[in-house]
């Protein structure tokens, strides 16, 4: 693996309620202004680069008004295939030459990684080092140079804008991005396809981008669908930011409690949230043991394999029904199935029916 030489990142102090001054992503740059938000052709276009890259996963049956899609099909376990490789296949070759750089808990990082082998471009990424070691794994797989700085956004941004900068890579931003958007905005296009009936659709929200882009495609198609996205309480900077206004930060400290790595964002992205104001519905969290409970619900009862992360739409199916709008057929984006092999042994613990009775 090759290295890639960067100035270690010292982390920010943490950072009050955003304001246009103090807000965190500051160095992310998104290609436009946030007011104009991705529109359904865009989406469209993204589908059609994706087309034999990303699988047209399946809306799985389950319990009498749930149905869940399972991005942990996607070749790279996760959904986030669909934005990196709409980002990267829409640069000029100029653009690819140098090589593209992003920021990362893991799942946007592997898929990154992926799209840029397929389409013969370097990737630098960089990690928190608390990712979970089957991610990093995946990664360094995949060919990538990795970078491993502190578990904050600032962190983060900051050492992948200085290498974009030192060596000219692309930024391929995890959310904040109209193109990562779009791309992540083919799954709605997908439910809307695959279920005439689907009138509430519950989707996990870290940084924004696939709630943005599912909720986009979903509502100026068929708008009377309500979409609800569903973060850990753990980690509900994106419930923070609807009932302010505006994105709210919260400490890296407090989005590292929760065991759903792959939302541990610390604020929403602008873009994202603009996208939010406009098309989603509300936002529900979930418990720490609730997360878990779905992930042996979905292990032995739907048969799917969900990383933290990916079990918690389906957590508020289950245990905050009362909380949702009312529906005949709800869909729960399963987001990924990434995790730990020791995680997923401590969370499943013995298979129903074979523990020792004594």
Known sequence: MKRVSVTPVTTISPHPPCTAQNRPYGLMATLRHVSDLVTLAEIEGAAERLRGVCVRTPLVPFQPSLLIKPESLQPVGAFKLRGAYA?????????????????????????????????????????????????????????????????????????????????????????????????????????????????????????????????????????????IGVEPELAADALDSLKAGEPVAWDAAE??????????????????????????????????????????????????????AGAVATAAYLYHRDELPRGSAYVSILSGGNVDPARLVEILGPVPGTEDSG
């Open 87 to 227: 980002a990267i296949s829409s640069l000029s070759p100029r653009q690819r030459a140098n090589g593209v750089v992003t920021h990362s808990s893991g799942n946007h990082a592997q898929a990154v990684a992926y799209a840029a082998r397929a389409l013969g471009i370097r990737a630098v990424l960089v990690i928190p080092h608390t990712t979970p070691s089957v991610k990093v794994e995946a990664c360094q797989a995949l060919g990538a140079d990795i970078v491993f700085v502190e578990p904050s956004m600032e962190a983060r941004i900051g050492t992948a804008t200085q290498l974009a900068g030192a060596h000219g890579f692309e930024l391929i931003p995890p959310f904040d991005d109209a193109r990562v958007i779009a791309g992540q905005g083919t799954i709605g296009l997908e439910i809307l396809a695959q279920s005439r009936s689907a009138d509430v659709v519950l989707v996990p929200v870290g940084g924004g981008g696939l709630l943005a882009g599912v909720a986009t495609a979903l509502k100026l198609l068929r708008p009377s669908v309500r979409v």
């Open 255 to 308: 989005t590292g409690r929760t065991i759903a790595d792959a939302l541990r964002v610390q604020q929403v992205g602008d873009l994202p949230f603009a996208h939010f104001t406009k098309y989603v519905d509300g936002i529900v969290t979930v418990s720490e043991d609730e997360i878990r409970s779905a992930m042996r619900v979905l292990a032995f009862q739907a048969h799917l394999v969900a990383e933290p």
